[in-house]
Structure formats: C-alpha cells, structure tokens
C-alpha cells in the first residue's frame, strides 16, 4: 500500500460538500451515500458535510447510520437562507447534532465587494436573489462600524461554547476573521481558519501566523488546486504550512463537484502532493489526523501514524 493510502486510514475530512447543493442540477461526482461508502473502503475516519444554502444535519445523521466506523457531521453555514447571523439558527444546528458553524460564505461582506464563484453559480439559478446586492449592500459583516465585534456574533459564540461547536470562518476577510479568532479565544471556542489560501479568503502569512497564536487552526483545502478551479496552488498551499507549522493546519478536501474526484480521492492527492513537496509523513498526519479531531473537539483516534 502507499504511504498516501496508508495517511488516508483513520483521516478526517472537515470540509466537503454533498448533494444537492445550490441545485439538483449541480452534479455531484458521486451519491452522498456513494462517498461514504468510498470513504470507509479508504479506511478514513470520518468527514464533515457542508453547505452553502442549508444545515446538512439530516444528512449526516443518516450517512452516519450507515457505516459503524464512520464518522459523519452535519454543519450549518450563517448564509441568508438559515437567517445569516442568527444565534437561534445555531442552537437548532446544536440540538440536531451538527458539529461545525461557518460564518457567511457567498454573503460574506468584503470591502470592495469581492466576486464570488458561488454567487455567480447562483446568478442563472435563483429568480429572488440579486447576486450583486447579496455581495454589495446585503452583504453580512460580523464587525461593527467601529471595527468591533457585532454582539449578536458574541451570543453564536455563547451557543457554540454551550453545544460544543467549532467556529470555521467561511469566506470572512482575514481581518475580521482575526477579530472572531481573538472572541473564540476569549470564550473556549474552537476557531478554524476556512481555505486561508484561496481566492476567496487569500489570508497572509502574518494573519494566519496570528490567528495560530490564538489557538486557530488554519484549513487548506485541495479543489482550489484542480483544473476548473485554478486559483491555488500546491507549492503555495505547502510554503504556508512550513510558514505557520503543520501543528496548526488542517488539510481538507472541499471537493463535492462532478469534475473533480470524489472527496476522499482529493485528499489522497492532496496527501500524495504534500509529500511529494517535501512535507513530512508525520507532519500530514498530524494535518489529516490529529489537528482536525482536535479542531472537532473529538478525543483522537489510535492511529495509523506511518
Ligand atoms: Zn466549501
């Protein structure tokens, strides 16, 4: 067996996206149920499913009835659908079960307003929903005028400290996200730092350097790299990680597509690219294994440590 193969048992996945997802006409490369299939056969331990639009909860509770080994939680992602900013939202999110909260992706405000990939997968689709008001005037901030943090966004955080949730920081400017990693800090909230390298977050070295010293943990996701993407790159993605240290990485597939592969094959590319850029075996076990059961709050697994 190969030593990415080998990386994959026992790894958790904290970011991919399933079925349906905008759209039923958005294909997916495999059935949710196919994916969780093919994650067990990998020997994975688990994976966490988002969306942009609704909770994945019901999903991920089922998903996870289907394998005893597999691990699978539903998240809930702070866009307009489920209410934006809404601390109610999230305790529902908490009370079915679902483990990860991420703020406002494609709703996200970013001053100037920044294109979105999603947004604009939604343009054609959605008849009520004016792509360039959602990222302009409708736009979600989490800070106030005077740069603090909204105190709505203070009670999602008493919510999730009270139901255990992680914080991820959806497409948030790293300036606000830093802001959010110091509140979590503060309150015993877990914080990860979504796609630091993509182009819809694109944080610097020093802002995740610093939200690592507030205990965050930094995700790097692999699709940014694929061919219809075409916004990241691998060696970019690896100079980060030797920049902050694996010890506060996280590696995820975001993978959900039908042109990319299924989720658990992007992160064994993603794996098998890291090494081969010269990371060691131990620091992407730490980034696939340890780093993401502990930014889940989960106790860690005996594993497959190469
Ligand atoms: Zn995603």
């Not at 094959?265 to 696939?288: P, Q, W």
Request: contains cysteine.
């Amino acid at each position: 067996m190969k030593v990415e193969d080998v990386l994959l048992q026992g790894a958790l996945d904290l970011h991919a996206h399933g079925h349906p997802e905008f759209t039923v006409r958005r294909r997916p490369r495999v059935s949710n149920v196919e994916w969780a299939r093919l994650a067990a056969a990998a020997g994975m331990r688990g994976f966490v499913m988002k969306s942009h639009v609704w909770p994945t909860v019901q999903v991920a509770a089922t998903l996870a009835g289907l394998s005893p080994e597999l691990e699978v939680f539903g998240s809930i992602t702070l866009n307009p659908p489920v209410g934006g900013l809404s601390p109610t939202a999230v305790e529902f999110a908490g009370q079915m079960g679902a483990k990860v909260v991420w703020m406002p992706t494609w709703s996200a405000r970013h001053v100037p307003p920044k294109s979105s990939i999603t947004l604009e997968r939604m343009r054609p689709l959605m008849s009520t929903l004016d792509p360039d008001r959602a990222a302009g005037q409708d736009a979600i901030s989490i800070l106030a005028d005077d740069g603090s943090l909204r105190p709505v966004v203070g009670e999602i955080l008493a919510v999730c400290r009270a139901y255990d949730l992680t914080v991820a920081s959806g497409h948030l400017p790293p300036a606000a996200s830093i802001v959010l990693a110091r509140a979590a800090h503060e309150a015993g909230v877990r914080f990860v730092l979504t796609h630091a390298c993509s182009g819809s977050v694109d944080a610097s070295i020093e802002q995740q350097q610093e939200i690592a010293g507030l205990g965050g943990f930094i995700e790097h996701v692999f699709i940014s790299c694929m061919p219809m993407h075409q916004r990241g790159d691998p060696r970019k993605i690896a100079a980060a990680i030797e920049a902050v240290g694996p010890e506060h990485c996280v590696l995820a597939s975001d993978a959900g597509e039908s042109w990319n592969p299924p989720a658990p094959e992007v992160l064994r590319m993603f794996i098998a690219s890291m090494l081969a850029l010269g990371l060691s075996e131990d620091a992407v076990y730490l980034m696939t294994h340890e780093n993401p059961a502990r930014a889940l709050g989960l106790p860690e697994r005996p594993g497959s440590a190469t």
